[in-house]
């Protein structure tokens, strides 16, 4: 299976589909955001079974990109997953900012 996420951020969804077992592309405009993402991945064990791709990238351009790099069809895209869980787990984590500003909205 192969989760797209057109709007990465700091790559949560890639971590999430490396803990559960999925490949998946994220898509990223802002290459500070792909290089967090991309050591977040690397901070995670190593799983040589599945793909996660953090890409630099405008998703107004994605079929583009697509090509480009010949990616292979999507089975499910998601742009926000639920976070909550998530964030109780250490793993998953990034900062205590974060988790604060989560908490106060
Ligand atoms: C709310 S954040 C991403 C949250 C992320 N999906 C997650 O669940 O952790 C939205 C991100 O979209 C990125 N972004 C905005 N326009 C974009 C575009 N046209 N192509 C790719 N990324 C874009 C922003 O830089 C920002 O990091």
């Given at each position: 299976m192969w989760v797209l996420d057109p709007f990465l951020g700091t790559g949560s969804t890639l971590l999430a589909a490396k803990a559960s077992g999925r490949n998946a592309v994220g898509v990223e405009i802002n290459q500070r955001y792909?290089?967090?993402a991309k050591q977040r991945l690397s901070e995670t064990p190593r799983n040589h079974a599945t793909?996660?791709?953090a890409l630099k990238g405008d998703s107004s351009r994605l079929?583009?990109?697509f090509r480009?790099?010949?990616l292979p069809k999507m089975d499910y895209c998601i742009t926000s997953p639920p976070y909550w869980n998530q964030l109780k787990r250490a793993s998953m984590r990034q900062t205590l900012g974060t988790l604060m500003i989560t908490r106060s909205s």
């Amino acid at each position: 299976m192969w989760v797209l996420d057109p709007f990465l951020g700091t790559g949560s969804t890639l971590l999430a589909a490396k803990a559960s077992g999925r490949n998946a592309v994220g898509v990223e405009i802002n290459q500070r955001y792909v290089r967090i993402a991309k050591q977040r991945l690397s901070e995670t064990p190593r799983n040589h079974a599945t793909k996660q791709l953090a890409l630099k990238g405008d998703s107004s351009r994605l079929a583009d990109l697509f090509r480009e790099r010949e990616l292979p069809k999507m089975d499910y895209c998601i742009t926000s997953p639920p976070y909550w869980n998530q964030l109780k787990r250490a793993s998953m984590r990034q900062t205590l900012g974060t988790l604060m500003i989560t908490r106060s909205s």
